[in-house]
């Protein structure tokens, strides 16, 4: 069973609208990561996320993206305004330390109409 | 931007065989690399790593090769089990906590 657990699995959203992806990690995480995986491509790092400020972020992860962990558990991922082109499955990641060899979690599928 | 890459989508050993899995980069500053077994609905899973300062690294039925003069890794599983039937994605990261993905490669185990 994943450490990592998100929710939704499965989300609906119309275009323009926000979506808040979340992932509960175990109690011991410290580092945090956002990955995606448009259909039929690669997965692909979004942003990591340490001691309550972004660490490092990709080119896709633009000013329509945000992150944060506002109660200590939760660690969520905001789009503000979606595009179709960002449905894809959204997979969270954590880990006690540092290193590349982290935990995925199950993801969450999101689809944009 | 391909600087991982995995040149076959798909993969078909018999049962008790080898499965050897193979993935090439671009970037020869990669320090660390790493495979994930990934099955449907289900987020990739930590397989094995190997440092760049190494050529092999082994953990029980599989054992990751590196060959950093042909910019190469390779996967061995054996012997191979049905349970082992998933898309398979080498990563690699530079310095950081960030993992570059291949493409992956769906690997089936017949009996």
């Known amino acids: 069973e994943p450490e990592v657990t998100q929710t939704p699995s499965h989300q609906v959203t119309q275009m323009g609208q926000e979506v808040i992806l979340r992932c509960v990690p175990i109690?011991?995480?410290?580092?945090f990561y956002w990955y995606r995986q448009i259909l039929g491509q690669k997965v692909e790092f979004l942003v990591s996320?340490?001691?309550?400020?972004?660490?490092?972020k990709s080119e896709i992860f633009d000013d329509q993206f945000s992150v944060e962990r506002p109660d200590g558990s939760n660690f969520t991922l905001k789009i503000r305004s979606t595009k179709l082109e960002d449905s894809a499955m959204y997979f969270c990641?954590?880990?006690?330390?540092?290193?590349?060899?982290?935990?995925f979690g199950s993801g969450t599928r999101l689809t944009v109409v | 931007d391909q600087q991982v890459k995995q040149n076959s989508p798909s993969l078909s050993v018999q049962e008790g065989r080898i499965s050897i899995l193979n993935c090439d980069y671009t970037?020869?500053?990669?320090?660390?690399f790493l495979w994930y077994k990934k099955y449907p609905a289900e987020g990739p899973t930590f397989l094995i790593s190997?440092?760049?300062?190494?050529d092999k690294n082994e953990d029980g039925r599989f054992t990751v090769f590196l060959n950093k003069s042909a910019k190469h890794l390779s996967l061995h599983i054996v012997p191979s089990q049905p349970g082992d039937s998933a898309v398979y994605f080498c990563?690699?990261?530079?310095?950081?906590?960030?993992?570059?993905f291949g493409t992956g490669t769906r690997l089936q185990v017949f009996p």
């Open positions: 990641a954590a880990a006690s330390s540092t290193g590349p060899g982290y935990t």
């Open positions: 190997i440092s760049s300062i190494k």
């Open positions: 990563a690699a990261s530079l310095n950081t906590d960030k993992l570059i």
């Open positions: 970037n020869s500053m990669f320090d660390y």
């Open positions: 996320f340490y001691n309550n400020e972004i660490s490092e």
């Open positions: 109690s011991n995480h410290l580092y």
